[in-house]
C-alpha cells in the first residue's frame, strides 16, 4: 500500500462471477455488507475506482458485485486481485483499546524479552484467518504468522509495538 495509514484497505476483487462482467468481492470490513458505505472506493495508488453495486452475498463476507461498465467476463478478469481502499478519514476514530488492522502496519515486532526482531509490513487475510507479514530487523527476510491471541498476546498502538509468544510462532516454523 503506497499510502500507508492514509488508505484502508476495505476489499478485495477475487474473481469474475458468471459470464455479464461481474466479479466477487471479499470484504473486509467489521460488517461485511458495509465495504461501500465509506465513501468512493480507490486503488492503492489512491485513484478512483469505478462505482461498484453489490448484487448478492455469495458466502459470509463474499459478495457478488456488478462494476460500472463493466459488461463482459473477459473485462471483469482485468480486475482480480485488485484490493480496494478508503481514506483513513473516512472512518470513525476507534475506540479505547480498539484499532483498524491498517494501525499495524509499521510497528515494531518484539519477543516477550522486549527484543526487537523486526516491523509489520503488511497484513493479510487469504480467507483462513489475519496473517501479519513481519519484516526481519537486520535482513530482507520476511516471515508471516497468524494474528491470534496466542502468537500475538499484545498489541500496544501507543506504544508503537506488538509483543510477540515465541513459543506460538516456533509451533508455525519460526525460531
Not at 462505482?51 to 478478469?77: C, M, N, Y
Not at 483498524?100 to 487469504?126: A, M, P, R
Amino acid at each position: 500500500m503506497s499510502q500507508g495509514a492514509n488508505l484502508v484497505c476495505v476489499g478485495c476483487i477475487t474473481a469474475a462471477h458468471g459470464i455479464k462482467g461481474n466479479v466477487t468481492v471479499n470484504s473486509f470490513t467489521q460488517i461485511p455488507e458495509d465495504f461501500l458505505s465509506y465513501g468512493p472506493l480507490l486503488t492503492e495508488n489512491g485513484e478512483k475506482f469505478l462505482p461498484l453495486k453489490i448484487l448478492h452475498p455469495a458466502k459470509e463476507s463474499l459478495f457478488v458485485v456488478q462494476i460500472e461498465g463493466i459488461s463482459t467476463r473477459e473485462d471483469a478478469e482485468k480486475y482480480k486481485g485488485l484490493s480496494l481502499y478508503v481514506p483513513r478519514e473516512n472512518f470513525p476514530e476507534p475506540e479505547d483499546d480498539t484499532y483498524y488492522h491498517s494501525d499495524l502496519i509499521g510497528l515494531s515486532v518484539q519477543d516477550e524479552k522486549g527484543t526487537i526482531l523486526g516491523s509489520i509490513k503488511e497484513i493479510h487475510d487469504f480467507g483462513a484467518g489475519v496473517l501479519l507479514e513481519i519484516a526481519a530487523k537486520d535482513s530482507l527476510k520476511t516471515w508471516m504468522i497468524p494474528f491470534q491471541t496466542e502468537t500475538v498476546p499484545l498489541v500496544n498502538i501507543q506504544g508503537g509495538y506488538i509483543a510477540l509468544n515465541s513459543e506460538g510462532v516456533k509451533e508455525w516454523g519460526e525460531e
